[in-house]
């Protein structure tokens, strides 16, 4: 079974900054897409940077410039480095994996880690 954890999230003060991992494991033959949601009580979950495979980016409007997601190679493990953080990116920020089971697989699978909490605060 594939696996997706994350890691780093915490209290920080505004201004701060923290680095979040997200480690894909289990049986895959590749990973096409690593993405980094948030959600915050109350609101919807949106997506916040997305990394494929040709490590093209892309981020939310609110935290660009500010964060910035990557990918080691070959690709199990992204990171979302946050900077400047802001009250308003207190939320549980989840990873999203999007690979292909197998070289045979027509279809690709979605898998999600279970969040992990960032809180931005004086």
């Known amino acids: 079974q594939v696996h997706v954890a994350e890691s780093g999230g915490g209290l920080v003060q505004p201004g701060g900054s923290l680095k979040l991992s997200c480690a894909a494991s289990g049986s895959f033959f590749s990973i096409n897409a690593m993405s980094w949601y948030r959600q915050a009580p109350g609101k919807e979950r949106e997506l916040v940077a997305i990394?494929?495979?040709?490590?093209?980016?892309n981020y939310a409007d609110s935290v660009k410039g500010r964060f910035t997601i990557s990918r080691d190679n070959p690709g199990n493990t992204a990171y979302l480095q946050m900077n400047s953080l802001k009250p308003e990116d207190t939320a549980v920020y989840y990873c999203?994996?999007?690979?292909?089971?197998?070289?045979?697989?027509?279809?690709?699978?979605?898998?999600w880690g279970q969040g992990t909490q960032v809180t931005v605060s004086s």
């Open positions: 990394i494929t495979s040709r490590t093209n980016t």
């Open positions: 999203n994996v999007n690979y292909a089971p197998s070289t045979s697989s027509r279809y690709m699978h979605v898998i």
